[in-house]
């Protein structure tokens, strides 16, 4: 236990398995194929649960009526940057 207290950290002890849930998942779609080999689970985690953030303050705390566009926008483009390379394909 911190000095800060059994509150706090049980904060940080579910935070955590948020993450480890996110990485999880996301390592199953490399095993499936449905994202690249090379990519890491931790990094995909970290950079969703941004996201996530960034909308929920936009969305909620400035009232970005532009927030759910922004969010997916950035969705995408990670789930972009995680796909894997399609195939070489034969020159005959």
Request: net charge negative.
């Amino acid at each position: 236990m911190t000095a800060l207290g059994p509150v706090r950290d049980r904060l940080v002890e579910l935070q955590r398995e948020w993450f480890g849930v996110i990485a999880i998942s996301f390592l199953k779609g490399v095993v499936e194929g449905h994202f690249r080999e090379d990519a890491d689970p931790d990094q995909f985690a970290q950079d969703l649960y941004g996201i996530m953030l960034g909308f929920h303050h936009a969305s909620r705390l400035l009232q970005d009526p532009e927030a759910d566009r922004r969010a997916r926008r950035a969705f995408e483009r990670l789930l972009v940057d995680a796909a894997p390379s399609p195939p070489p394909r034969d020159h005959q």
